[in-house]
């Protein structure tokens, strides 16, 4: 077969005519794809924009805000290109791109399951805001004070000074006991009297001791509820609004408070009893353990062993 190039030529030529022919009739949607796109990215941020004030109206995440506006930009950009590749007459490749994004998202949900649940929970935190930095909280058995609240998870400072990392999805799913909400907590301490104290004077003695003390609320009274008859006192209980969720302020309170009370009941003549136990050394009674002689005086030995008798009577007949 001979090889010819004018046919070559020819072949060459009329796929380019039609190349061209076909350039310059799709030319319009090129020129309105390009168009759509560039004013497309123009709206995308403006959009961006606006996401990030409202969503900063309702949550002071920094990091949820920037995210939720990229988010918005990300989708605006997304429905721009589909929209530009669809004037091209390209719905096939639209229709591609789509199930191949479902897919890769199915796949990456499965494989970062834990991921996105902690992250879904943050987002719903931020929005919720059951708790802040600084807020004095017990989560998940963990008591301290928020560090940081972010999208995947929450710090706590305990009291101790450890810094406790808890995954967002147990702090939304699990219980939050959070003190600073309300700006105020409760001490409860438990006291025991002896069993011939005037339970009246009692109950006001306490009370005058504690009324005193730095940050106890002005406006909640200080109650006292008696509560058992334990096995060496009457036993109750001293309830004390703070008007502070500070643990170094709840502590301090608790503190004084049972130093109040010791020196109010030695004052007063209040009798805090604690167990006993008697020892009988079988002695009389009102006489000094010192003055007592013991009776030391070791007892006799008796020896039936016939071995031991015979081997004494043998040494004797010896001598």
Do not use: C
């Not at 005519?17 to 799709?26: A, H, K, L, P, V």
């Not at 721009?80 to 490749?93: E, G, I, Y």
């Not at 987002?123 to 928020?146: A, E, H, N, T, Y």
């Not at 109040?260 to 009941?265: P, S, V």
């Amino acid at each position: 077969m001979e090889f010819d190039l004018n046919t070559v030529s020819n072949l060459l030529i009329e796929k380019l005519n039609t190349w061209g022919r076909e350039f310059i009739r799709i030319l319009p949607n090129i020129a309105i794809a390009a168009i759509i796109f560039v004013l497309g990215f123009y709206v995308a941020k403006f959009l961006r924009r606006i996401a990030l004030k409202l969503i900063a109206k309702v949550s002071h995440n920094v990091t949820l805000n920037n995210l939720f506006a990229t988010f918005v930009y990300i989708f605006a950009i997304g429905i721009v290109l589909f929209t530009a590749l669809s004037v091209l007459n390209l719905d096939k490749a639209v229709t591609s791109i789509l199930a191949g994004a479902g897919i890769l998202g199915l796949a990456l949900a499965f494989a970062f399951q834990d991921i996105a649940s902690n992250f879904m929970s943050g987002i719903f935190i931020s929005f919720r805001k059951p708790l802040k930095v600084g807020d004095v909280v017990k989560i998940s058995g963990f008591m301290g004070k928020v560090k940081e609240v972010n999208l995947r998870d929450t710090v706590v400072q305990t009291f101790q000074g450890h810094l406790i990392t808890i995954p967002n999805k147990d702090v939304f799913q699990k219980p939050i006991e959070n003190f600073t909400t309300l700006n105020k907590r409760r001490f409860d301490l438990d006291v025991g009297v002896s069993y011939g104290e005037d339970l009246d004077k009692v109950q006001q003695v306490t009370l005058e001791a504690v009324k005193d003390i730095p940050d106890i609320s002005k406006t909640q009274p200080t109650t006292i509820m008696f509560r058992e008859f334990g096995d060496n006192s009457i036993n109750f209980r001293v309830r004390m609004w703070i008007d502070s969720a500070e643990q170094g302020t709840f502590s301090k309170v608790g503190s004084q408070a049972i130093q109040r009370i010791k020196k109010a009941y030695d004052a007063n003549g209040i009798t805090i009893p604690f167990p006993t136990r008697t020892l009988d050394f079988g002695v009389k009674g009102g006489v000094p353990l010192s003055e007592v002689a013991l009776n030391t005086k070791p007892a006799e030995v008796e020896n039936d062993d016939p071995n031991d008798l015979g081997m004494d009577m043998g040494e004797g007949s010896e001598e």
